[in-house]
């Protein structure tokens, strides 16, 4: 678990190493406006890239995502982070 900023507050964040493929991440609002809202994804890691799936909370009764794309009103985001190089 690990928190980070976001949208003015704080997210605390679940990502579940022991579930099935694909992997579960959970994103909690710990602080601010939006404190509550859970926002449900899954994640993989691809060579140097970590891979996420969220569902937007506004999308919810969707479920958690199943793969790791999106289409047109799916409420889904797809983040790619990729590990920087050698400075």
Same mark, same amino acid.
């Given at each position: 678990n690990f928190a980070v900023g976001l949208l003015g507050g704080f997210a605390q964040i679940t990502v579940n190493k022991n579930s099935k493929s694909p992997r @579960?991440?959970?994103?909690?609002i710990a602080k601010g406006v939006l404190k509550g809202i859970? @926002? /449900?994804g899954i994640y993989k890691f691809e060579k140097d /890239?970590?891979?996420i799936c969220l569902r937007d909370p506004a999308a919810k009764q969707?479920?958690?995502p199943t793969a790791f794309k999106t289409e047109k009103d799916s409420g889904l985001t797809l983040v790619v982070l990729e590990r920087a190089g050698k400075q």
């Open positions: @579960t991440i959970d994103l909690v859970v @926002t /449900q /890239q970590l891979v969707k479920g958690r």
